[in-house]
């Protein structure tokens, strides 16, 4: 769902307002996990030994549980079914083919985190990959962010790319100007959460509510809270 950390509510489509605003993309090193010895001469196996990954969202990459090539992009089709060494995590995660991935667009190669946003979601189910939340609903990173828990998202975001750089694994960072969901009500970016929601067929209520107020001397409707 839409989440507004500043309400602390789910909000609907209708509640989101797209703006434009000048941000960073950051392109990633993920290492891939070492081949066995059997398999170390395999065609192709030499030919890297990582993939880069671009965001907007660094701090996301703590609930990674994948990486996504386009099937038919053959600079990765040798790769899939292997493994990344998640940085910072120490996660291994899954190389899976999936047509949603653009192979002209950056790398071609896209990060899973199907708990923090809608494609990814998408993606995640398709292949079976779990879903790690590594947010509060507060906007502060959970105690799965390990070192980064109780930051602020955004704080954790600077915090997480220092920790990159630091280990080698941030290969470069480049303006980029990208629409950004907004809460109409809390004024603040929404962040993609998983959440339980229920949703109930009014219909049926309104129809006794119509028909006791209808009547003569029916009962004055009361609102609840009365503030309303």
């Keep these: 769902v839409n989440w507004c950390p500043a309400s602390g509510s789910a909000v609907s489509d209708l509640e989101v307002e797209m703006k434009e605003v000048d941000g960073h993309l950051w392109h990633l090193r993920y290492p891939l996990t070492p081949l066995p010895d059997a398999a170390a001469g395999t065609p192709g196996a030499a030919d890297t030994d990582h993939l880069v990954v671009a965001t907007t969202r660094p701090e996301t990459m703590l609930g990674d549980t994948g990486v996504a090539v386009n099937p038919t992009d053959p600079r990765y089709a040798h790769l899939v079914g292997r493994t990344i060494e998640l940085p910072l995590v120490g996660r291994r995660i899954p190389i899976v083919a999936d047509e949603h991935v653009d192979p002209a667009f950056g790398t071609g190669c896209v990060k899973v985190t199907p708990a923090h946003d809608p494609n990814d979601f998408a993606i995640g189910a398709r292949h079976g990959l779990p879903q ?18 109780g930051l602020d998202r955004f704080e954790a975001r600077k915090q997480v790319v220092a920790a990159m750089e630091a280990e080698g694994c941030l290969v470069k960072t480049e303006p980029h100007r990208h629409s950004v969901p907004y809460s109409d009500r809390g004024k603040v970016p929404v962040e993609p959460l998983l959440s339980t929601q229920w949703f109930l067929r009014t219909e049926p209520l309104a129809a006794h509510c119509r028909a006791a107020l209808d009547k003569p001397n029916g009962p004055e409707p009361r609102f609840v809270p009365e503030r309303w």
């Design 132 to 149: 790690i939340t590594v947010m509060a609903k507060d906007g502060t990173m959970n105690a799965v962010a390990g070192r980064f828990a």
